[in-house]
């Protein structure tokens, strides 16, 4: 549908859309163009209505914290949805059960478990994703993945239609899951382990230190661009790309990050073809070298 098409069908919904929204400034490469959708669900109420009124007419993508995403410089030809701070709930159930909302930062829920004395969650403290984005893609990081802890999910479809499924009827790999590509995933609960505040907490500053000391903060990148090639070598990807790549190869202002190789970096004012030139380039070279076919971690929205 077209712009005029989709204002006609979307009305009663002014407060929480907006029509060829800006995405630059949602995502931490600080590329894109703009979304001929934006919508801002505000309550579960009102994302079931606003589903069903889409009726599966439209290319749907939920944004999360805005990592691992890279959005073309053109119109998003779809809705890009963003779930508002009412799907950022957490709570305790009973003493080592949390329930945490699709829209809360990985972080938060590294903290929440911290602060009632659960172990297990400490390695969120690194990623910096939300929930709903951690169960789609299985994050993880030193060793740890989102599976490991999770007890179900809750989740609506395109057609507005709730599920709730329980962990062990999914089948988690190395990044990704066999759930279906369109769910929105609005909770989860995950199941902690009993321990002490001052040993978790040296365990999340542990590691804080390690990623500081490895990986770039602070700048213009979203996060690993490759998935390490698990079932095809023992080598990680910045490794494959050290010995495969000239790492000082750039494409405008995209680059590859002097502190992690499977990070690459908008060092001013880089264009989605500028970014996507040098993912590219790199996969290449990679396969040329070594004879291992990169799978991208990052989303690319063209």
């Not at 405008?252 to 993912?279: P, Q, R, W």
Request: aromatic share 10%; with cysteine; proline share 2%.
């Amino acid at each position: 549908m077209n712009v005029k098409e989709l204002k006609d069908l979307l009305k009663g919904f002014d407060k929480s859309v907006k029509f060829e929204e800006d995405l630059k400034k949602k995502n931490w490469f600080n590329i894109g163009g703009k979304s001929k959708v934006y919508y801002k669900a505000q309550n579960l109420k009102e994302l079931i209505n606003f589903l069903k009124r889409l009726n599966n007419q439209e290319r749907i993508f939920v944004l999360g914290a805005g990592s691992n995403t890279l959005f073309s410089d053109n119109i998003f030809d779809g809705v890009v949805i963003k779930l508002s701070k009412n799907f950022n709930n957490i709570s305790l159930l009973n003493e080592d059960i949390i329930i945490a909302g699709g829209a809360v930062l990985d972080r938060t829920l590294s903290e929440f478990a911290l602060k009632n004395d659960l172990s297990g969650f400490e390695y969120l403290s690194c990623i910096p994703g939300t929930v709903g984005g951690g169960i789609k893609m299985n994050a993880g990081c030193f060793g740890n993945e989102f599976k490991d802890k999770l007890l179900s999910i809750q989740a609506i479809d395109k057609s507005g239609n709730l599920i709730t499924v329980p962990s062990e009827e999914i089948n988690f790999d190395y990044r990704k899951n066999n759930l279906p590509e369109e769910l929105i995933f609005l909770s989860a609960s995950f199941k902690g382990i009993k321990s002490n505040f001052s040993k978790i907490k040296k365990e999340m500053d542990m590691l804080k230190i390690k990623k500081e000391k490895n990986q770039p903060t602070r700048i213009k990148t979203s996060g690993s661009t490759f998935k390490n090639p698990i079932y095809q070598t023992k080598k990680k990807v910045w490794e494959l790309i050290e010995e495969s790549v000239p790492l000082n190869q750039t494409f405008g202002d995209a680059c590859i990050s002097e502190k992690h190789y499977n990070f690459f970096v908008n060092k001013g004012n880089a264009t989605f073809n500028d970014m996507k030139n040098l993912i590219d380039y790199v996969a290449k070279k990679v396969l040329e070298k070594t004879g291992v076919c990169l799978e991208k971690e990052i989303k690319i929205l063209e």
